[in-house]
């Protein structure tokens, strides 16, 4: 099914933007406009990279196929912390298609991708190229969707890049303000005196 007028109305945006809208606005305006099974899958779809076992079938295949990447991604970065940690490199795998041929290259790719981030060492900057490569990933399987489910579905994963991103920054920003404070009140006199009227001397 097209979604033309309603597609149409989505503000576009980028990675490094920030989010054009709460991730609960959209899932509103979709709720309006969507029929109720594509609208049902796309509500439930970035919780199935958790579930223990996918659906038989998919109304979306940007999904299907998004899935299967990001399970291949996770359980890639899960094995490499694994082995630098010694621990048990198959204790937190999630089960993916790994006998269909036509997803070999795409997981081929999640595999090198988490090897890129795990490689780096800051912890924000590891998050941050965590999603660029999700959204690179996103952004190559909807090449050729338009005013559809997969397109939709590609816009609602994407919304949520750039608002974990938004969170990121947020975080930093407060840590960041944190650390100046600290360094201020560190500076600061420890005794202040006070004036008879009440008011700092």
Known sequence: MRYWYFAATLPGFLFSSPPPM???EFFSR???????EDYAELEQGASLV????????????????????????????????ARDTGRDENKYSRPCAFNESELQPLMAGARQSAALCFAVQD???????????????????SI???????FLMAYR??????????????????????RLYSDILGRAPRTVKIASSGDIA
């Open 123 to 141: 912890p924000l900057l590891a998050e941050q190229a965590i999603e660029r490569e999700r959204w690179a990933m996103v952004e190559e399987l």
């Open 30 to 36: 979709c709720s309006r406009y969507m029929n109720k």
């Open 50 to 81: 958790a579930a223990e076992e996918l659906p038989e079938s998919f109304r979306s295949p940007l999904l299907w196929k998004y899935l299967q990447w990001e399970r291949t991604f996770r359980n890639e970065l899960s094995v490499l912390r």
């Open 22 to 24: 709460k991730e609960s």
């Open 157 to 178: 994963l994407k919304l949520g890049i750039v608002s974990r991103l938004a969170r990121f920054d947020q975080a930093s920003g407060m840590a960041s303000y944190g």
């Open 144 to 150: 050729y969707s338009s005013f559809d489910l997969d």
